[in-house]
């Protein structure tokens, strides 16, 4: 009799882990694809023939999707089953990865990556709740959201890698194919290893209009910097578009105040502690995109990197970011606070940007390159999780689920409109230079380097508004322990609000 029971206290526990390794693989492809392109830029640019400022929707499309459809997708979860839009979220991944890698054209490209985001929204939006309601013992759910946010954290860094050798080694468009049997077998295995969950039922409502109407105000917001410098940036198409896009958002602004079950209650952006953290959180993710982004395009353009060393250049970052996240920036955090240890994470993220608006054609790798991209780790991986401690130290329990998507969404829609600026504005200044008579390779390092300062300017108006806006947050000066040693996204107070999200 002990050794049935004992069996069968077994078995549902393995299944748990086996589950929790599916819904990691998902996570691994939503996130390798957010940096795992950059890599491949410019052999996407010059195959399908993409312009500087057009580039940036290779990496936005996905970027906007994603970032606008977390909320829906995450109320979807709730109310018709996560283990069902999880699925759903993979199928839809997978399907537009294959499109991806057999886009010959720039609209094809553009459009299947735009998907490609929408499923990686559906997928990952029910993630975390899918783990708090598996993993209900303190120990057992720190040692799983450990594994979950370390695949999180280093999965964007080891795409820059992957991508590097995929695109010399074979072909750009096996960076997208990869995905195929790792979506296949998260399909797979998911169905069978993730347990279902009741959903409360279509009746409570889905702020279908509210959905739409952000994400087109987004899009035509992006659209209208994107194509500024071939238009103007006082010209009719930029203002008509951007305006629309104001007034959009203002329509959905009116529409959260009147509807009961909107997608973005009002009430919580009230909370100033999480709003203020998230500009913050915001403008890092600028800066930390804004890095990808333009390294990659520098180190190939004008120091000629191939594909695969321009990867493994950002391996010291990659290290970095992996060594902070196993428990360093939680004992650093213990030991001296979140805010302090922001303030360090985000002066380190001034420096290697700084390192990198120095650098020019004659650049050697070692020492500057290196530590530039050093000190992007430690910016990384020193900033990100104290924000999110701050972001959620005053946060009702029952609004905590909400929160963390609003975290999300902050990051991806924060970094997809600085990198359509920061891209728009570095080719406006490269064309300047180039029909002022300079040298190609001179104006692209010159329009590099204005982006680079540009994001810098980005993080620092960050670190000055932390000393501000986190005076007075709750949390932002307590020294008190995270409850997980690695990996751990805030306080205890925050594990025991995610079981309700």
Request: aromatic share 8%.
């Amino acid at each position: 009799m002990s050794e049935f029971a004992s069996r069968a206290l077994h078995e549902p526990n393995r299944r748990r882990w086996l589950a929790l390794i599916v819904v990691c693989l998902a996570q691994l492809m939503n996130t390798l694809d957010v940096t795992i392109v950059n890599v491949a830029l410019p052999t996407i640019q010059a195959d399908l023939h993409f312009d500087q400022a057009n580039l940036t929707w290779v990496v936005n499309a996905y970027l906007i999707s994603f970032g606008s459809f977390l909320l829906l997708a995450g109320r979807l979860g709730d109310l018709i089953g996560r283990k069902r839009v999880f699925l759903a979220g993979v199928a839809i991944f997978t399907f537009a990865s294959a499109v991806c890698g057999l886009a010959q054209d720039q609209v094809v490209l553009v459009a299947a990556r735009f998907v490609q985001g929408i499923g990686g929204a559906v997928s990952s939006s029910v993630i975390v709740a899918i783990i708090v309601t598996e993993f209900t013992e303190p120990l057992a759910r720190a040692r799983a959201m450990s594994t979950y946010v370390f695949v999180a954290v280093g999965g964007g860094s080891i795409g820059l890698v992957l991508g590097g050798a995929l695109t010399q080694s074979v072909d750009w468009h096996w960076i997208f194919f990869i995905n195929l049997p790792i979506g296949l077998v998260a399909a797979l295995l998911g169905r069978a290893l993730i347990r279902d969950n009741e959903g409360i039922g279509l009746a409570q409502g889905v702020d279908v209009l509210g959905s739409v109407l952000v994400t087109l105000a987004l899009m035509l917001g992006i659209y209208a910097i994107v194509e500024a410098p071939a238009y103007g940036w006082n010209s009719a198409q930029t203002l008509g578009f951007g305006g629309t896009a104001v007034l959009l958002l203002a329509i959905f602004g009116i529409l959260q105040a009147r509807l009961a079950n909107p997608i973005l209650p009002p009430r919580i952006l009230q909370l100033g502690s999480l709003t203020g953290s998230s500009v913050l959180r915001g403008l890092a993710a600028t800066g930390m995109f804004g890095s990808f982004f333009f390294s990659a395009l520098y180190l190939e353009h004008v120091l000629g990197f191939g594909p695969m060393r321009t990867g493994l250049a950002f391996l010291p970052q990659t290290l970095v970011v992996g060594g902070l996240s196993l428990g360093i920036t939680a004992r650093l955090v213990q030991r001296f606070g979140p805010r302090p240890t922001l303030n360090l994470g985000l002066l380190s993220m001034i420096a290697g940007l700084g390192l990198l608006a120095g650098a020019d054609d004659q650049s050697s790798y070692f020492p500057r390159l290196f530590f530039a991209f050093a000190l992007m780790g430690v910016g990384a991986g020193m900033s990100f999780m104290p924000l999110l401690t701050i972001a959620l130290a005053d946060v009702p329990t029952q609004d905590a689920g909400l929160a963390s998507g609003i975290v999300n969404v902050s990051m991806q829609l924060a970094a997809a409109l600085g990198l359509a600026v920061l891209g728009s504005l570095a080719s406006d200044r490269t064309a300047a230079l180039v029909a002022q008579g300079n040298a190609l390779k001179d104006a692209l390092t010159d329009g590099y380097h204005f982006a680079y300062m540009l994001a810098a300017v980005c993080v620092g108006v960050g670190l000055l508004a932390a000393q501000v806006v986190l005076r007075s947050a709750p949390g932002a000066e307590e020294a008190e322990a995270p409850a997980l040693d690695p990996l751990e996204f805030g306080r205890g107070d925050e594990w025991r609000s995610r079981e309700v999200a």
